[in-house]
């Protein structure tokens, strides 16, 4: 797999150019921390966009490494989605930057599109492989305290496969950008500072958290310990 992105002209960036990223791994690294992408599809005719949890296998047996949707066998945009061309995007909002005039207000953000041709994954074990890491993109290393999915869950959900290959990641950090004039006239600006944060885990029984649910409340700020 090549470390280095190479957008096509439906991925590549336009505006802000300065603002995009070449390394495959810039990528990965957004997929991995985000917890929902935006899928588009045309059905009928229009376009529809709708929210997705996914998984990523960055080795995975698609071009440039596989990213995995699921839903229901009776989901229509996932029946259709096998040979269609299928657009994902990735946004982590990091903080909202305020300028002292509305044009110049923004946000600092991490963001990747991928485009590609939907697969339907139709090998059990290449399902359940993607079930898990759908699972473990949520909550890493859940899927290992799991049971195993059974036939009758298997056969309810459709599992999708999109490539890696085509895809575009940007970014923007820093501060206010105010013009000069703007900033002799005064008034406020600054930078808000966004992240999520996990609340107390409102365990259903008895017994300790699992290390695993332990660890990624720890990432997000929470406490550790069930009420």
């Known amino acids: 797999m090549t470390a280095v992105l190479s957008p096509t002209g439906r991925t590549t960036i336009t505006r802000h150019r300065e603002r ?19 899928v588009g599809i045309v059905r009928d005719g229009a376009p529809v966009v709708l929210p997705s949890i996914f998984g990523v296998d960055s080795d995975g047996p698609d071009d440039g490494g596989t990213l995995y949707l ?11 989605s096998p040979g269609a061309t299928l657009c994902a995007t990735f946004t982590l909002v990091d903080a909202l930057v305020l300028a002292r005039v509305a044009f110049s207000h923004s946000m ?9 041709p939907g697969r339907l994954v139709e090998d059990d074990a290449e399902r359940d492989h993607a079930l898990r890491l759908i699972v473990d993109n949520v909550v890493p ?29 940007k970014a923007r950090t820093g501060g206010v950008a105010d013009d000069a004039r703007d900033v002799a006239a005064g008034g406020w600006s600054g930078v808000v500072p966004l992240r999520i944060a996990a609340g107390p ?27």
């Open 20 to 38: 995009g990223a070449t390394d495959r791994e810039d990528l990965l690294a957004v997929l991995e921390e985000a917890l929902v992408c935006h």
């Open 70 to 80: 699921h839903g229901s066998v009776a989901a229509p945009w996932l029946r259709e």
């Open 108 to 116: 600092n953000y991490r963001s990747a599109v991928v485009m590609g």
């Open 141 to 169: 290393g859940r899927s290992a305290s799991l049971r195993d999915n059974t036939r009758k869950e298997l056969a309810a959900t459709v599992v999708i496969a999109v490539p890696l290959a085509e895809a575009s990641v």
């Open 201 to 227: 885990i409102e365990s259903d029984v008895e017994g300790p958290v699992p290390d695993a649910v332990r660890r990624r409340v720890a990432r997000w700020g929470g406490a550790s310990d069930a009420r």
